[in-house]
């Protein structure tokens, strides 16, 4: 595999927090922004807009609402948690378009980017 095919299957997976932050001020985001996170985290903070689901609720049937196509991006606490992976990792069995939001919640702030 060469230098070039490594980071264009990176990009193809991951994305930022710079690049989701502009893909909101756009007001158009083309993907359902998840935090994967506890309720309870999700409450104390989360990106505007993000639809909480816990990697472990990411079944069909909590899915459904959205239509087969649509992609997500997901995040949770930061670096140090792999619950977007875990979250990445049942979308993609199921079928689904995904991204991982690199640096999660703690990215977001580290940017100086606002909760909600």
Known sequence: MT???HFEK????????????EDLKSGRPDYVLLD???PEAYATGHVPGAINLPHC????????AF????AFVVY????QCNGADKAAVRLARLNRKVKKMLGGIAGWKWEGFELE
Request: proline share 6%; charged share 30%; aromatic share 6%.
């Open 3 to 5: 230098a070039l095919e």
């Open 10 to 21: 990176l990009l193809e997976f991951e994305t930022d927090c710079w690049d989701v932050h």
């Open 36 to 38: 994967v996170r506890s």
């Open 57 to 64: 609720r990411i079944v069909e049937r909590n899915l459904a």
């Open 67 to 70: 239509p087969a196509g649509v």
């Open 76 to 79: 949770c606490d930061g670096p």
